[in-house]
């Protein structure tokens, strides 16, 4: 079973601040996503990947396949983007995403 | 077009009691997974339909557990017996096609049991 971590488990920053949320996980996996969950429970997904980078406004997702690692990097952040941030994985013997516990992101005016 | 859509938003049962929460997927998609969240958690897998079958159920707690997709569209998880620890949010999501496709989530439906 896959295991998947983030860190860090909260985080609080002044707007404007360059944030990243990093994610690792122990088996190999066909693809990683992220999520944001706002409060009330609904999930949006921001960015699916398999290798390389992706980019989306000020979000830019990274994931490196051989260290199995993955970062999510926010650019001049906003309150806005306060949220709970969630990696899951696809594959490793899973059908359904596996998840890390999220990161709850607070941008402070 | 219209996302993925759960009712109820909110569920409130006493232990013991039977419920049901529906899932509308994305039409088109034919990949249907449930996910239940507790609080200050991850997600969790349930299970995954490919179409009318389910073809992984294991993460199913235990058999008070049932879910079904006689049509291949409208999903329905069936909790039985229900018990305290059941309190969680329940996640629905849909894809097109195959695992490992980007999945749409719905708003979630909220149990409680007393």
């Known amino acids: 079973k896959n295991e998947v971590e983030q860190s860090p488990q909260n985080l609080t920053a002044q707007e404007g601040e360059f944030i990243t949320i990093n994610c690792s996980y122990s088996v190999g996996i066909s693809a990683l996503h992220w999520l944001q969950q706002h409060p009330g429970g609904g999930i949006v997904s921001l960015f699916m990947l398999s290798s390389g980078k992706k980019k989306h406004g000020r979000l830019i997702a990274t994931i490196n396949i051989q260290e199995k690692h993955s970062s999510l990097h926010i650019t001049a952040s906003h309150p806005r983007d306060s949220a709970v941030y969630i990696c899951?994985?696809?594959?490793?013997?899973?059908?359904?995403?596996?998840f890390g516990k999220g990161t709850h992101l607070i941008i402070q005016p | 077009g219209a996302g993925v859509s759960q009712t109820p938003s909110n569920k409130v049962t006493e232990k013991g009691k039977y419920v049901e929460l529906r899932c509308d997927p994305i039409s088109g998609h034919t990949a249907l997974y449930w996910y239940r969240q507790s609080l200050g958690q991850g997600p969790e897998f349930l299970i995954y339909f490919q179409g009318t079958g389910a073809a992984d159920d294991s993460g199913l707690p235990n058999d008070r557990f049932f879910a079904v997709r006689p049509e291949g569209s409208v999903s329905t998880l069936k909790i039985q017996r229900t018990e305290r620890g059941d309190s969680a949010m329940y996640l629905c999501?849909?894809?097109?096609?195959?695992?490992?496709?980007?999945?749409?989530f719905g708003p979630g439906t909220r149990l409680t049991v007393l």
């Open positions: 999501a849909s894809s097109s096609d195959r695992v490992g496709n980007e999945q749409f």
């Open positions: 899951a994985v696809t594959g490793g013997g899973a059908d359904g995403l596996t």
